[in-house]
């Protein structure tokens, strides 16, 4: 790749990048977490234009076949293989299966039988990629670990920051949250300022083997398969009921609370008159699933939480603190003040907050800097629960 002519075509997408910094980078090591798609495969295509010596890694995190009797994890690292044999990049697959059962997958369980709906994106980001895989990266020697997020990293006041991405439909902050300021000081995201189209058009420009192929969905270890499926051959299926919250009327048998998650639609098998249902709350004891009919019932609805485990990229914020928080991925910023109190933050919402889930995170924001979070210890009255209280 000619330097001038990298220059060039990284400017016309707004990476600016002068003959000084280009040989800078030449001085440098990047090992990129090549996953198989076309984020990682077009970081990896960045990252050697800028003029870095570019490494790029398979991770194996799952070894099992799926529905199809495939093991996506080898077309993943045969698609890994032919972006890197044509960006002439070395390349190689390290075995992180035991640390992600270990660490991620064994986790993940514990809190779908305890009656939560764990994350497990957010843990494998904090266990796995910025840890045991960082932890290589800079054995092998590298400057820089290098993602396909669709987050950026900013100097400000002379500390590393993390920065949602441009691209605010595809911003993944929110599973980034627990990184360490340590940490970030030597990752890059090249793809952060980019929208998608872009990084598919720089993917075809390339002729990339990946840039066409379908964006990856749900988690990573399940794959295109049946979640519930999935879940009932690691958990035993044990019926409870499914019983209306306003009457305390059953409705119909369920497989067990742990495979229902609070607002919860699709999947119920609730048919006759009524509805749509909406899970409400569950009883572990007595496994009972709660349902009420349409999204606007007010036991969906609370204005308040509170928050542990605290983790924050930064320094730790001074309370009380008006800022902005989402409660789950796709949601849209939400306006609260958060105070401080024996270890524990209170939430405060503007507006009520739509199925609050016990040990989902919380992440919180100021402007476009994402401050850190926590895991949902508890939630406020819902609306309901005031109105019948009294």
Known sequence: MNMNENIKYLAKFGLLLTAEQYAKNSQQ??????????????????????GYKTIGIFMKNWEELDDSGQCSSQKDYEDVTAVAESLEIPYFSINFVEEYRENVFKYFLEEYEAGFTPNPDILCNREIKFKVFFEKARELGADFLATGHYCQKKIIDGKSTLIKGEDQGKDQTYFLYTMQEEVLNHVLFPIGSLQKKDVRKIAEDYNLATAAKKDSTGICFIGERNFKNFLSTYLTKQ???????????QLGPHDGYCFYTIGQRKGLGLGGPGGPWFVADKDKKTNTVYVVEGDKHPALYADELTCDELSWVNEKPIFPLTCKAKIRYRQQDQDCIVIEKEGKLFVEFTESQRAIALRQSIVFYK??????GGM??????????QKNSL
Do not use: Y
């Open 367 to 372: 402007d476009n800097i994402c401050l850190g």
């Open 239 to 249: 019926q409870g009921s499914f019983v209306r919250l306003d009457d305390k009327k």
């Open 376 to 385: 949902i210890s508890s939630r406020g009255l819902s609306h309901f629960e």
């Open 29 to 50: 090591t990047v090992v990129v977490g090549m996953s198989g798609g076309v984020d990682s495969s077009v970081c990896a295509l960045l990252i050697k234009m800028q």
